[in-house]
């Protein structure tokens, strides 16, 4: 079975930074892309940033484009996501999530992603 493992996640300041890292538990498999989503409480699951191995295309969420990166390694199937210049508003659960095989459009809706990890909770307090 393929799972997701995200670490990294606590309790920063405002302004402060994390980094987010998501690997393979078990046994090794490939993907098409890797994303990270985030779920606030009351809220629905939300698309934050993706990469598409074939050619390094990385996407944003607008509201943290500038703050985040994502980064990863195709071979070990491993993805993270460097956060700076936290907000409260980026607290939340967040989860990585790997595409296994090209399709169609709409890559920031979670159904698109067949493989997630538990989630990691971050919490930026003001």
């Known amino acids: 079975q393929v799972q997701l493992v995200e670490s990294g996640g606590g309790l920063v300041q405002a302004g402060g930074s994390l980094r987010l890292s998501c690997a393979t538990s078990?046994?090794?498999?490939?993907?098409?892309?890797m994303a990270w989503f985030r779920q606030a409480p009351g809220k629905e699951r939300e698309f934050v940033a993706r990469?598409?191995?074939?050619?390094?295309?990385?996407y944003y969420k607008d509201s943290v484009r500038g703050r985040f990166t994502i980064s990863g390694d195709n071979a070990k199937n491993t993805v993270s996501l460097q956060m700076n210049s936290l907000k409260p508003e980026d607290t939340a659960v967040y989860y990585c999530?790997?595409?296994?095989?090209?399709?169609?459009?709409?890559?920031?809706?979670?159904?698109?992603?067949?493989?997630w990890g538990q989630g990691t909770q971050v919490t930026v307090s003001s």
């Open positions: 078990g046994r090794t498999f490939s993907s098409y892309a």
């Open positions: 999530a790997a595409q296994a095989r090209q399709s169609g459009g709409f890559y920031t809706r979670a159904y698109k992603y067949e493989y």
């Open positions: 990469i598409k191995w074939s050619d390094s295309n990385t």
